[in-house]
């Protein structure tokens, strides 16, 4: 019984002007200490990894990115292939579970087998004026309209918009948006900045 008194007790005290300003400064502290680590995080999130990692990972699964390459040039209804999400075709606006836009589910989990052995999501293709590019999202960063991207592609045509590093492009503060750096043969890695 005493000590549900002296509890009460203590609650009912009247606060000193110094427990207030004590709390309120640990308060804030705490507080910016949690804006600053999630400040850092989002800017470390924000750095792309150097070139020679992505193509290095590229090098290491050259063989899957090929193999993905010619299954979505084959399947020409395919604009592009979500691990998670299902299949988008010319026809679907949207990706759709396989089953959903006519595509064999076979064909499907061999795409999605490829994209886990690589460690990556998407395969998607676009074709404009005659000619076909094919990505593979290698990295992605940012948040709402402050996002970048990089990707690993196949063109059918050499882009005209080259860099000859990403590293050095990307500490140029008048860098243009969308450029490519050419691995080897017809492979690419492109910055969407």
């Given at each position: 019984m005493m000590g549900e008194e002296q509890a009460v007790g203590f609650w009912r005290r009247p606060l000193k002007g110094k427990t207030i300003l004590k709390?309120?400064?640990?308060?804030?502290v705490v507080l910016a200490a949690v804006l600053c680590t999630v400040g850092?995080?989002?800017?470390?999130?924000?750095?792309?990894?150097?070139?020679?990692?992505?193509i290095g990972d590229f090098q290491v699964h050259r063989a899957a990115y090929e193999r993905l390459r010619d299954m979505i040039l084959a399947d020409q209804q395919v604009k592009a292939v979500y691990a998670g999400s299902g299949v988008e075709t010319t026809s679907s606006g949207l990706p759709h579970e396989p089953s959903?836009?006519?595509f064999s589910v076979g064909r499907y989990d061999?795409?999605?087998?490829?994209?886990?052995?690589?460690?990556?999501?998407?395969?998607?293709?676009?074709?404009?004026?005659?000619?076909?590019?094919?990505?593979?999202?290698?990295?992605g960063g940012g948040w709402a309209a402050d996002t970048r991207a990089?990707?690993?592609?196949?063109?059918?045509?050499?882009?005209?918009?080259?860099?000859?590093?990403?590293?050095?492009?990307?500490?140029d503060p008048k860098r243009p948006r969308n450029v490519f750096r050419h691995i080897d043969g017809s492979w690419y890695l492109n910055a969407d900045w």
């Open positions: 709390a309120g400064i640990g308060a804030f850092t995080l989002i800017f470390f999130s924000m750095m792309p990894p150097k070139e020679s990692k992505v959903e836009v006519n061999e795409y999605v087998a490829l994209l886990k052995e690589i460690g990556k999501g998407v395969v998607f293709k676009t074709e404009e004026k005659q000619s076909k590019l094919i990505c593979v999202i290698a990295w990089i990707w690993l592609c196949w063109a059918d045509r050499e882009p005209a918009n080259q860099v000859p590093s990403l590293d050095a492009y990307y500490h």
